[in-house]
């Protein structure tokens, strides 16, 4: 016989507290509600235990609320506030994954919203962003734009500053960024013009495997800073650059 596995509390709210504090595995953000004083030492226990199995820390306390958070995310992520609850002094918000769809992220602020210690909260405004390289995301960026971004970035882990680059090269090429035409565009980073020159992408495509058998002498006195000019004014590539080189795309 197959049996469930879980914790059992004497008290139903207790279990209801601490299994709502478990959300915090999932969406960064979690609230044990406290009552009366009588419940109040029951409810320690809660959160200590909420804490240790969610693996995070209790960072806040608004009123009566505690807050319970997992330590910090690498995928790209928004702080959304309650302005209701700012221009009261209150600083209530939640870290949101950024790289869901712009509907869960729109009902992952409403339910912050839910959340306010202000009663019938609707305003909101995006206050801090982490791990989206130097992009940067203003307070009222819009759901579908932070969403389109946090995929990009979380689809392509590593290519931080490349998908950074692409950004705005696919606004320059009015194209709608996403990561399958990232995939097909990107090239590559190289220090240099020379080194993109020498590339073994500039070879395949140039066929100089080819030039190196049939004209073994002429094949190594190829200008190769000449054939980066050419390159860069041939509008064959778009060019990036940074300060340590440039990122490449077709």
Sequence with gaps: MKTNKGLMFPEARTASEVAYSLKS???????ILRTTDEQAITDEQAIALAVALAGGEENCRIGERCRVSEPPLTSPMIYVACL????????????????????????DIQEMLDDSPINNAQEWAIHDFDNFGFIRINEHEKLETVARWGQLLGENPN????????????????????????????????SSMKDFAQSDLIADLYD??????????????????????????ANEFYFSESTSGIYVFQ
């Excluded at 680059?165 to 399958?180: D, F, G, L, N, R």
Aim: proline letters at 3%; one cysteine or more; charged letters at 25%.
């Design 159 to 190: 290519e931080e500053q490349a998908i950074c680059h692409y950004i705005q090269y696919a606004k320059e090429k009015e194209v709608e960024p996403c990561s399958e035409h990232f995939q097909e565009t990107y090239y590559g980073f190289f």
């Design 25 to 31: 595995k999932t969406d960064a953000n979690a609230v």
């Design 84 to 107: 209701a609850a700012y221009n009261q002094g209150i600083h209530h918000g939640w870290w949101i994954d950024a790289t869901q769809d712009p509907e869960d992220i729109k009902a």
């Design 208 to 233: 100089y495997g080819k030039l190196c058998k049939n004209e073994p002498f002429w094949s190594k006195h190829i200008d190769w800073e000449y054939l980066a000019q050419e390159l860069d004014t």
